[in-house]
C-alpha cells in the first residue's frame, strides 16, 4: 500500500520539475491545502459548542448573508496565505484584494466557503480556489490566465479537485491529515442523461433555457428519445464534483428575477476557477454563449450565466450543435 501512496506535496513537486508550475505555485497550493483541512475539521464540529450555521448580521460584497463558518474560513485562508508569500487574496467574502507581499508575483481568488446555506443540514460544502499571474497592474483578467484552480469539498469524503492545466487530479484526505492521490482518472464523459437546475426557478427562465429543459423532461417518448434523470445539491462543488465523476450537466442561467440578469454565481471565485478544471477534464464550460474562460470580468464581483458538464449537452444547449 505504501509504496503507491502519492501524496499532493509529491505530485505539485512532480508537475513543478516538468514546467507546469512554479515553486510559488506549489506553495500556495499547499498553504490552501493546510487551511482546508482545519476548515473540514472546523465544519465537522458544527452545533458541538458552535454554531456554525449562524448569520452573523452582515452580507459579503456580493450582498450574501454571511455565515459563522463562511468568516472563519476566510480568516483561515488568509492566515495559509500569508505564509505562502503571494501578492494578494481576493475573497468573495470581502470587497477589495487583501495585499500579502511586495515580492509575490500570485493572486490567489478564493470562494472559501461555497453552499453555506447547507452548513447546517449536514450536507457538502466546500472551498473553491483559482491562481492568478500578478505583475502589479490589474486584478482583472481572463479565466484563460489561470495557472491552476480547484476545490475543496467537505462531505463524506473531505477531496480536492485540482488543475495545473496538465489534466485534472483528484486527492481525498487521509487520516493522517495529508492529501492522497486517489485511484480515479479524472474525465468528464462526452454523454450524459443527467442534469442540475434549480428548478424552482422555471417560470423565471428564457425560453432557451425552458425549451431545452422540457425536452430532458419529456423523457423516452420525446424530442431527445432518452430518460434523463435530475440532482440539485444547492452546493456547487457537490454538483460539481458529481458531474467529475460520472457526467452531467449543471445550468445556473441568467433569468427574468430581479438582479438575476447575469445569473447567481460569480465568475472570478466560482465559474473561472470551475471552467478551468471542467475543460482540463474533457468537459465545456458556456455563459449560454461565450466560453467562460474568455470573460474578462470588470468587476471583482460579476456575476455571470454558468452551463457547465458533458459537452454534447452544453453545445446542444449553447452553440445548437
Ligand atoms: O455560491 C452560491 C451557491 O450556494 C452555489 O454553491 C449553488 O450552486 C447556488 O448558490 C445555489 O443557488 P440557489 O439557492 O439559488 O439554488
Keep these: 500500500m505504501a509504496e503507491t501512496a502519492f501524496f499532493l506535496s509529491d505530485y505539485l513537486g512532480q508537475q513543478e520539475f516538468e514546467g507546469h508550475i512554479s515553486s510559488e505555485g506549489c506553495r500556495a497550493i499547499l498553504s490552501l491545502a493546510s487551511a482546508s483541512v482545519k476548515i473540514a475539521a472546523l465544519s465537522r464540529q458544527n452545533g458541538l459548542g458552535e454554531h456554525l450555521g449562524a448569520v452573523l448580521g452582515g452580507e459579503n460584497a456580493d450582498g450574501d448573508e454571511q455565515k459563522a463558518l463562511d468568516v472563519a474560513a476566510d480568516e483561515l485562508i488568509e492566515e495559509a496565505l500569508r505564509t505562502a508569500s503571494v501578492a494578494a487574496y481576493l475573497s468573495e467574502e470581502r470587497e477589495g484584494a487583501v495585499m500579502l507581499s511586495d515580492k509575490g508575483t500570485l493572486l490567489v481568488a ?37 495557472i491552476a484552480s480547484g476545490f475543496f469539498a467537505y462531505g463524506p469524503q473531505t477531496t480536492l479537485l485540482l488543475t495545473v492545466g496538465n489534466g485534472v487530479e483528484a486527492f481525498c484526505l487521509d487520516g493522517t491529515g495529508d492529501y492522497r492521490r486517489m485511484d480515479w482518472q479524472v474525465a468528464i464523459p462526452r454523454t450524459t442523461s443527467e442534469f442540475a437546475i ?23 417518448t420525446g424530442p431527445r428519445g432518452k430518460n434523463f434523470n435530475m440532482r440539485w445539491a444547492g452546493s ?57 474562460l474568455e470573460i474578462t470580468p470588470d468587476e471583482l464581483h460579476q456575476r455571470v450565466p454558468l452551463i457547465f458538464g458533458s459537452s454534447d449537452e452544453v453545445d446542444l444547449l449553447c452553440k445548437g450543435a
Excluded at 434549480?198 to 433555457?209: D, F, G, M
Excluded at 447567481?264 to 465559474?271: F, H, I, S
Design 236 to 292: 456547487l462543488v457537490a454538483d460539481a464534483f458529481r458531474i467529475f465523476r460520472r457526467g452531467g450537466i449543471f445550468l445556473y442561467p441568467s433569468d427574468q428575477r430581479d438582479g438575476y440578469e447575469q445569473g447567481r454565481l460569480r465568475l472570478v471565485y466560482e465559474a473561472h476557477p470551475i471552467a478551468f478544471l471542467v475543460e482540463q477534464a474533457g468537459g465545456v464550460a458556456y455563459d449560454g454563449q461565450i466560453r467562460i
Design 110 to 146: 478564493c470562494d472559501p466557503l461555497d453552499g453555506s446555506s447547507n452548513i447546517d443540514t449536514n450536507l457538502t460544502v466546500g472551498t473553491i480556489f483559482s491562481l492568478l499571474p500578478f505583475d502589479g497592474s490589474t486584478l482583472l483578467m481572463p479565466g484563460d490566465m489561470q
Design 198 to 220: 434549480n428548478a424552482s426557478n422555471s417560470r423565471h427562465w428564457q425560453t432557451a433555457v425552458s425549451d431545452y429543459i422540457s425536452d430532458l423532461l419529456a423523457g423516452k
